[in-house]
């Protein structure tokens, strides 16, 4: 297990220089730059600009460059926002980003799992076809369309929630409310499904036709035997989920003023600024890598049928 763990960490190394790579190259050669504007400044003046930034060097030389900067931690000016570096942004943002995610797939998964159980339980019931239709409901509706409508339901309409806003404010801790659950409404469908399908599975199982006939309850059968094997799908989709819920939380994050990394995602976007552009991209795949690093690990500790030699 433990050779294992160092391979896979060893193995994020030439998977994110790959990344850095194809990124690199494709922000450069896209139509465009992150000095151009409606009013072109003056020939020399740009020229100044790009020798500061040394993009008047061979793009191949700044390629080595930047990666010589990264190998040292820094993540470069950047070009639009002159007060600090993209290292600094990063370091004040993400952790918001990362907290909102973290609550969001934290909510996602206890209701979604709950919601799978008792589906799978009360099969073709009612309160199987409810749980449902809320899963396809967080399914199909995007979250553009349900951060708004949280908004003016609870904020504007009722006035039960401020309309936007972080926990650092004047509102404190509801402010996280309407965000977390918009952010956690696909995740949490995905997750009951998967639950539901799952338990439906395993509860068919010959072992647990077994349990039956020896007279165990329907509880205990549930949380020692289905439980733990109709996880492994639900753990498998946790990795992928969170990376997805950080960087789908740009929309949400403009949407609730949540001041996360999100918001410097799409002004570096519009920008052109290509380092800080670099930065989110940097810091969006290393989330990914290790979340479906760590689902392997876990993966293990659920199924003792799972090896890793």
Do not use: C
């Amino acid at each position: 297990m433990t050779k294992y763990i160092i391979r896979r960490l060893i193995g994020i190394i030439p998977t994110l220089f790959i990344v850095i790579t194809i990124s690199f190259f494709l922000i450069r050669v896209a139509p465009g730059g992150p000095f151009d504007a409606e009013r072109r400044p003056p020939e020399q003046v740009l020229k100044n600009i790009e020798a500061k930034f040394n993009l008047d060097q061979p793009l191949h030389m700044q390629y080595l460059r930047y990666m010589g900067d990264i190998l040292r931690g820094d993540l470069g000016p950047s070009f639009r926002y002159q007060d600090h570096d993209v290292n600094f942004y990063i370091a004040n943002s993400l952790p918001n980003s990362l907290f909102l995610g973290f609550m969001a797939l934290g909510l996602a998964t206890i209701m979604g799992i709950l919601a799978g159980i008792v589906s799978a339980l009360k099969q073709n019931t009612w309160i199987d076809y409810t749980a449902m239709a809320i899963a396809i409901i967080g399914i199909t509706v995007p979250l553009f369309v349900i951060g708004p409508v949280l908004m003016y339901f609870f904020a504007l309409k009722w006035g039960i929630l401020p309309t936007s806003g972080w926990i650092t404010g004047r509102y404190g801790w509801v402010t996280l409310i309407m965000p977390m659950v918009t952010l956690s409404m696909q995740p949490f469908a995905t997750i009951a499904r998967l639950s539901r399908a799952s338990m439906l599975e395993v509860l068919r199982s010959d072992f647990i036709r077994t349990a039956r006939a020896k007279g165990l309850r329907q509880g205990v059968i549930v949380r020692r035997h289905v439980l733990k094997g109709s996880l492994l799908p639900v753990v498998s989709y946790l990795g992928p989920a969170f990376a997805a819920i950080v960087t789908g939380s740009v929309v949400v994050e403009q949407i609730f003023r949540v001041p996360g990394l999100g918001r410097f995602f799409v002004q570096s976007a519009i920008n052109r600024d290509y380092t800080l552009i670099m930065g989110t991209v940097i810091v969006y795949s290393i989330i990914l890598i290790l979340m479906n690093f760590i689902v392997d690990i876990i993966y293990s500790f659920l199924d003792p049928r799972i090896t890793y030699k």
